[in-house]
């Protein structure tokens, strides 16, 4: 699962499937902004939520 590049902000997900638990990170100019976790089940998060996640990012703002 790659980074995902949106409006000048890079979102990088990063995720432990022994942990199931997920998050992804928020950068703008390569400067960490914020960090937001969630949970998932199998043995990556689904890219659906990923995008839910970047939506809410948005959202929040």
């Known amino acids: 699962m790659g980074a ?4 000048g902000y890079t979102f990088d ?3 432990s499937v022994m942990l199931q638990k997920a998050a992804v990170h928020v950068y703008k100019n390569g400067v960490f ?3 937001m976790p969630f949970k998932f089940t ?4 689904d890219p659906e939520k990923v995008e839910e996640v970047v939506n809410a990012f948005f959202d929040g703002q």
Request: glycine share 8%; hydrophobic share 30%; proline share 7%.
């Open 13 to 15: 997900v990063e995720y």
């Open 42 to 45: 199998g043995m990556d998060p």
């Open 4 to 7: 995902i590049q949106r409006n």
């Open 33 to 35: 902004i914020k960090e």
